[in-house]
């Protein structure tokens, strides 16, 4: 008789399954997609405004950002408005 371990993974993706909020500062890249898009904002917009490379901007929206300074920064470039203090 074999007995199997429960996988930590989850089996349709093989990924570890998320919290349902991160406890890592900063913001994941899904949020920065909604604030994008809700703000009517390209990637090639932001490239525009902020200078930096295409590859840069599509590595944010897939990985986020850890450091609050940082964020802060993008949120102003993709709102054109002062967020305020450093968020995180």
Do not use: N, Y
Request: hydrophobic letters at 30%; aromatic letters at 4%; glycine letters at 8%.
């Amino acid at each position: 008789m074999t007995t199997t371990i429960p996988s930590i993974f989850d089996t349709a993706t093989r990924k570890r399954p998320r919290p349902a909020h991160s406890p890592r500062p900063g913001m994941e890249g899904d949020q920065f997609i909604r604030l994008m898009r809700k703000h009517k904002v390209t990637i090639r917009d932001l490239k525009k405004r902020t200078g930096f490379t295409l590859k840069r901007i599509r590595e944010v929206r897939s990985g986020g950002l850890v450091d609050p300074v940082a964020c802060r920064d993008w949120v102003q470039a993709i709102t054109e408005t002062d967020p305020g203090p450093a968020m995180g």
